[in-house]
């Protein structure tokens, strides 16, 4: 269901509300996506602020006066959203109605004291609303390529990412048996979170093998990670190179009968070179 | 050897179980793929789990439950498979049949009590059977556009990995005897190892230089490691953005009768040599 | 504002003069050039070199005789630049120009005593230097051309780095929660942190997931860090795989004066459309 | 200097010795590549053997045995190819002939007793020799591939590596101000040290930020670190990408006068549809 604009016969200012908040060809309507912008990104830096203690012991009133304040910004906003959209429920369960509704749950949801401290990850989703910003401009464009090209190269992913994890996981397996519990290797899911530190070149450290037979295994592992980059790689660059597709062939198939002329335009009727009738 | 369908002649029963366990067109085969690969992803779970020493503590006997009816499952399929082939013993020395075979061995064998921890590896290889499902839809194509592409740069690849092994080997070496045994760089082969760690940008920190020279040594390597992961992706790039074929040459497989001129144009009916009627 | 060359009627060592400081097309001027390049390269050095305490308290005078006398050097190259050009305020307030004055700013600024521990940076900001050094020969084409391709680019980078940081952002605090302040994870900035050394796959290990949830939440953004590595890496490949330009649009920019049609051939004389002289 | 092979009026056998000794498309050629590769893996391999503590106190002897074994096919072999080749001195100073001087030089100079420690790093140097091989069959065309793409590609890396270290060593530098010698960052070198480990994504992790403004510049150059990596494989991406040299246009630009036909064969003296002469 896409977002629909209000009735054409209704109220002006429900009209002009639409193209303030959901479109951005107006004046108006960019400046309300910066302002949305910059709200966004107070509130979610208020959030990771509070989180460290010795900022939330001095400015904690402050941080969450802005918190609130943000919100009551988002909820209007959201109402206003509903009120000019056609169908306000097919907004409601739209992907972008959901995350709108998301910016506003959390805060409302701590007036209850429910969880508040495992809704702070739904808090930052309201990130998720800066993507909206990218209506604006050059970027709608840009996005949609790196999206397209994504989406091609989908299956392709897909099946990279099964060959990765079947590799992972045989290769943890043997390196649990191999290294065994006394080197940090204490069990089969442990070992494959080292593969999978070790083959994506991670590598923190926190556990990493200690008997030969291990560490010649983990060089074979962090080579082939070094190598099997290409494949991604070589996926997106070579789907991200292709032209969209070739235009069709400019020219019209047919010969001047006077001067012999040819790649004449698609639509033309005379002659570019000497007039005649084609 | 080609696993091959069973005699046309043969019951039909054993027709129809063919192309619901081999292939992958009808509805059943479909069905028959995705039970596959659930089964498989279970019994690999249950074989992960058995590993976490709390789990198996109180879970220990449904996860061998598990094992042992996915296990069931996996021999009555080998055993069908090996039915409705027309050459069961092609299809058991297969590399498919192998695999397949494999699946069932370390559960029997764990019957014997025969080294059933180092079996667990073998347990796990039965991620590489979900390859199979990538006979459904889409993955085909994708997959064999992958490994193409891998093929056709393997001995690039070959080269690149000679040159980085080469340099590894020889810088693993130059640090052995600039940082010296105290500092970690105990002998060559764990230099060696250190040398493939900081190279392919792991960077465990289990072992790291400690003298000025050794750190300029490590950072003009990890500089080295930095810039050629650039030569695989180049490679498998190029490779994957290469169209698959040129079209094949656009010639009329003819040959003049008079002056034995080829190459015609595909649809020419003179020779553009001798003018001759083709 | 472009840097100009003095009045053609100025004094003939002005124009000698800023042959040499300014171009690198003379044997002359290449010469400077190179000069500047080593007397960079030393006096970074130096700076490099005072900060570590052994050589500082052996060597330190020597150091600081370096220092002065490359300083001494740029002041002179500093005035003759601001003599020779035209318009020395252009020229002062470009980004060369402020560059070239903050070369000889930290020494001056230590005569005063003034915060000279924070103006190493600023000494070593001499390095960009440097790269007027690429005016040299074939670097100057290589150089734009990396520049063309990132300019290109940067609306994609920014829509991708902009996912990046959200991910960053949603994750990090997915880890705080899921892992709280015993394991390391102190803060959403901190975890964030995490985040961020762990998708760029440089990974310290000063901080590293504990419990099995956060070492699966660990996995999957490592792997989506090892994946969407393709994404930048795509982009710039494929820009710079696109040939410069394609050939400009073959039209001849005329309006039929009868039909007022457009997009005639380049050496058309007749319109395409009503077959009237153009 | 090329290496030329004997006089052609010169003795048989030691035109043949060459054919076998420096070229590789006879079968004897090929058979003595492949032992001169397993002599040299061999060799190399005792040399990192000799390096570990207990297997060194176990097969020392052996491994050295083995190690004047080989050290003596080399010489043989070194001997051989100085008598065979046209003009040994040439041969003696090229790259190849320094090479293969140097696998044999440290073995001896062991009898003397001369700093053996050192020498190691020489002996290793004999994996260099591997890179002869590579005249084998596919893998000519396939090093030049990679070695032509570098070349072609050498001024825009090293404008980038110039980038990179201008980079490091201002990040390197401010790093150093900012967290100060107790985190670590005890001079600049050692800061442009780790921020190289930052960069490269490497990531050891001995050295890490502590402070929060000192965490904020790492993410920076994490991220960084992570896009910039985008360059180098563009730029080699792009190269390999490149065809040779697209081939000249396949048409005759002439129109039969007769039927109109377009599109004949350069070399065409009739036309293909009617058969007229063109």
Known sequence: MKITPPDPGSASW???????????DTRAGRAFDIMLLVAICFSV????LESVRPIDARYGPILRAVEWFMTGLFIIEYLLRLLVVRRPLAYA????????????????????SVGSRNLIVIRTLRLLRVFR????????GEGEFILTALKASRYKILV????????????GTLMYVVEGGQNGFTSIPKSIYWAIVTLTTVGYGDISPVTVLGQTLASVLMILGYAIIAVPTGIVSA???????????AFKQVICHVCQATEHRPE????????EKL
Chains 1, 2, 3, 4 share one sequence.
């Open 14 to 24: 429900k009209r002009r509300a639409y193209s303030v908040i959901f479109e951005s």
């Open 133 to 140: 910003i990218f209506k604006l401009g050059q970027f709608v």
């Open 239 to 249: 789907q991200m190179a292709t032209p969209a597709r070739p235009a069709a062939p």
């Open 160 to 171: 990279f990412l099964t060959a990765v994890l079947t590799l992972v996981v045989v290769i």
């Open 93 to 112: 369960l739209s992907w972008l109605g959901i995350i709108d509704f998301l910016a506003i749950v959390p805060t409302l949801a701590s007036l209850l």
């Open 45 to 48: 830096l208020a959030v990771m």
């Open 268 to 275: 033309a009727e005379y002659c570019w070179h000497c007039g």
